[in-house]
Every structure is written in C-alpha cells, then in structure tokens.
C-alpha cells in the first residue's frame, strides 16, 4: 500500500509541475517576455499557494481512502450478484465480519494490501462459477465514482474547494482503476486485471481460487481445516510456485498437514518449494519460512531452523504477531524450541487463550493454540523422561 501511496504522490508532484511549465509556456506562447513572466510569477500569493498545496494533499490523502472503500465494495456488489456469499470486508488493518449471527469489527493485516473483500463462492459446479465480474467490480466503481464526481464538478455550482476535491476523487479514482485494471503484478501481487487473465489462461487456477476462498469462509466460522474434505486439498503432477494463486493454495494444504501433525510431509513440501528455483513471491516466502521454522523446531532440526529465521523472518513475524496467531505461535515455538523458554512460550499460549475473540480466523486460532499446547506438552514428556534417565 506505501508503493501506491508514493505512486500516487509522485503523480500528484508531476501533474504540479506539468501544470507550472504548461503555465510558463501558454505564457511565452502569449507574447510575455522572461520580465513579464517572473514579475506574474512572483506576484503569486505564496501563501494561497501553500493553502492550495496542503489542500491538495489533504484531500488526495481522502480520496486514497475512500477510493479503496469504494474499490472493495465494486467486489462486494459485484460479488453477490453472481451469487457469492459476504465473508470479510477489510480497509487498512480493520475488518467487518458476520459471526455468530452479528456483525462485528476486527484487527488484521495482510502484507502488501490496503484493503480485502473475501467470499465464499457460489454453490454451483465449478465451471459454472464466474470470476471475471468480481474481480472487475472494484474497477468498475473506482471509474463509475470518477464519473460522478466529474458530473458533479462541471454541472453543479459547487465553491472551488468542493471542485477541487471533486477533481481528486476523479483523479484518485481513474488511478485506482488504470493500476487495478491494466494487468500487472505490484511487489509480486497479482491486481485484478492480472487475475482476471491468469484465471481465464489456467484453468486450475480457477480451482484453486475457490477452494481458498471455501476454506477461509469456514475457518472464519470457526471450523477447522483438518475435519474438512480431504479430497479438497489434494495435488496432481509438479508445482508451480511462481504462480501466486497455486503456492498460496499450496501453503494452505501445508497448513492442513501441520494441523494434522504430519510433520514429516509438511517438511518435505516446504523444502521442495524452497528449492524449487521457482521464484516465490515474497510475501509467501516470507510465510512458508515461518512454517519452515516452526516445522523444524518440532522435528528437532533446531540448527535448520536458525538457517531460516532470519531477520526477514523476524521482522515479518512480530509485525503481523498482533493480527495473526499463527505468528505467535511460531515466537511460542523459537522461545521453547531454540531458546529452551518455556516460560515465555506458556505466556504466549495464554495470551492467546486470552484473547481467542480479538483474532479474525477463528477456526485458525483454535489450530494455533491447539499446536502450542502439544508443543508444550511434547516437551513436557520430554523433559520428565530425561529426568527418569538422569535418576535411573
């Protein structure tokens, strides 16, 4: 989200000094000479300008944000009228959520995205769900609310300070869609536009899209990824890791093997990908390291876990470790596994327990703590049995 932020400054910082030269040359073009055009120059109210400048970023900064409401709710609308189901609605690091029959606003973050709209998807066959219009939803109204507001700017008689914020949302708007719209990846994130042709050139993609958003929506009702269909999570023939909808899909079936304790299965698979050569995007890599660590720590492979929790690794895991329990998890883990903490790892369950309700994915959280307590426990059996070896 800092990239768009500065992409949109940037254009923001040209389109004054386009605004300026274009300026400088209608006036030249008008017969002033270099005198006439530094004496207009210098009669500028700086302090009208200054106005005009903090006006100008104030109201870019606004129309950012609202933008990207809008933009998420182009998915929402587009969502559910092809028959998807509201899941999430998230802008920064807020979310909306209905559960247990009530809406209620929760914490989470997700590197490299301002703002996410999950649904589930329709409970048709599979080639019959469409794809194309929610993902080109969030497109549709940034250029839709562009529109409007350059309607309203030229009919009605609005003071300059409403045209000008007008204009921004404009502006902001027909951005919003050209960066969405026009297929590209952004910090190796796939937008829309991008999306919309990966789904439409791989079939499969298609199948992994669905699956994640189906396995999400039951997590966020508090289900858990191992008691549901096995036959969901299943894979044919090689990898592609740089296709970001098939490793994510990949990462949520490792996640399903760590929630079942086949530890050894989930090594071997995060180890396949991390030699791959296939270039993961970094978010991802970010993620399957975590797991990496967390995996090794409890095969034993301490040493190995160390080659992968760098400072990368570190930095990303107490970053997201307020929103996300499975970074707790994973600094439970590293205190009790390399550090021989238990003490804080204990502290780290409770905490956890304690605040089961804060966390988004409900079912997830339950996984987390569930994996902590054996943890816990295995190194509890652990150290009583050296112990009885130490007496015997």
Not at 61 to 70: G, T
Not at 102 to 131: H, N, Y
Not at 367 to 374: A, G, K, N, P
């Given at each position: 989200m800092k990239k768009v932020f500065r992409l949109l400054l940037g254009l923001l910082i040209g389109a004054g000094i386009g605004l300026l030269i274009g300026t400088v040359i209608g006036m030249i073009a008008g017969g002033l000479s270099f005198g006439d055009i530094c004496k207009g120059l210098a009669a500028i109210d700086l302090g009208e300008m200054l106005l005009v400048c903090v006006a100008s970023f104030?109201?870019?900064?606004?129309?950012?944000?609202?933008?990207?409401?809008?933009?998420?709710?182009?998915?929402?609308?587009?969502?559910?009228l092809t028959g998807y189901g509201f899941v999430s609605f998230r802008?920064?690091?807020?979310?909306?959520?209905?559960?247990?029959?009530?809406?209620?606003?929760?914490?989470?973050?997700?590197?490299?995205?301002?703002?996410?709209?999950?649904?589930?998807?329709?409970?048709?066959?599979?080639?019959?769900?469409?794809?194309?219009?929610y993902n080109l939803g969030g497109v549709m109204m940034n250029l839709l609310t562009a529109i409007i507001c350059i309607v309203c700017a030229v009919v009605f008689d609005v003071n300059?300070?409403?045209?000008?914020?007008?204009?921004?949302?404009?502006?902001?708007?027909?951005?919003?869609?050209?960066?969405?719209?026009?297929?590209?990846?952004?910090?190796?994130?796939?937008?829309?536009?991008?999306?919309?042709?990966?789904?439409?050139?791989?079939?499969?993609?298609?199948?992994?899209?669905?699956n994640m958003l189906a396995v999400n929506a039951f997590l966020q009702?508090?289900?858990?990824?191992?008691?549901?269909?096995?036959?969901?999570?299943?894979?044919?023939?090689?990898?592609?890791?740089?296709?970001?909808?098939?490793?994510?899909?990949?990462?949520?079936c490792i996640t399903r093997l760590i929630a079942e304790h086949r530890w050894q299965e989930a090594y071997n698979a995060m180890r396949e990908a991390l030699s791959s050569g296939k270039e993961i995007m970094k978010t991802l890599l970010l993620e399957l390291k975590c797991e990496m660590v967390f995996t090794c720590l409890v095969l034993g492979k301490t040493d190995e876990a160390r080659t992968f929790f760098d400072d990368d690794v570190r930095k990303y895991a107490a970053r997201y470790s307020s929103t996300q329990s499975s970074k707790k998890?994973?600094?439970?883990?590293?205190?009790?596994?390399?550090?021989?903490?238990?003490?804080?790892?204990?502290?780290?369950?409770?905490?956890?327990?304690?605040?089961?309700?804060?966390?988004?994915?409900?079912?997830?959280?339950?996984?987390?703590?569930?994996?902590?307590?054996?943890?816990?426990?295995?190194?509890?059996?652990?150290?009583?049995?050296?112990?009885?070896?130490?007496?015997a």
């Open positions: 104030v109201f870019a900064s606004i129309a950012v944000v609202l933008q990207i409401i809008l933009h998420e709710a182009g998915h929402l609308v587009m969502g559910l802008i920064f690091n807020l979310t909306l959520l209905r559960q247990d029959g009530k809406f209620r606003i929760k914490r989470f973050a997700l590197a490299g995205t301002g703002g996410q709209c999950l649904m589930s998807p329709p409970d048709k066959p599979l080639a019959d769900i469409d794809t194309r219009w300059a300070w409403v045209s000008m914020f007008l204009f921004m949302m404009a502006f902001i708007g027909i951005c919003f869609a050209l960066l969405n719209g026009i297929p590209m990846k952004m910090a190796g994130i796939g937008n829309d536009g991008y999306n919309i042709l990966n789904l439409e050139r791989e079939p499969d993609n298609k199948r992994y899209l669905c009702k508090g289900e858990h990824i191992e008691d549901m269909p096995a036959e969901w999570f299943g894979f044919d023939g090689a990898i592609d890791w740089s296709n970001g909808l098939e490793a994510n899909w990949r990462i949520m998890r994973l600094m439970a883990a590293w205190s009790l596994g390399a550090e021989n903490d238990s003490a804080t790892a204990e502290d780290i369950l409770s905490y956890m327990q304690t605040h089961l309700d804060d966390y988004l994915i409900r079912g997830e959280v339950d996984m987390d703590i569930s994996l902590t307590e054996y943890l816990l426990l295995h190194n509890e059996m652990n150290a009583v049995e050296n112990g009885e070896c130490e007496n």
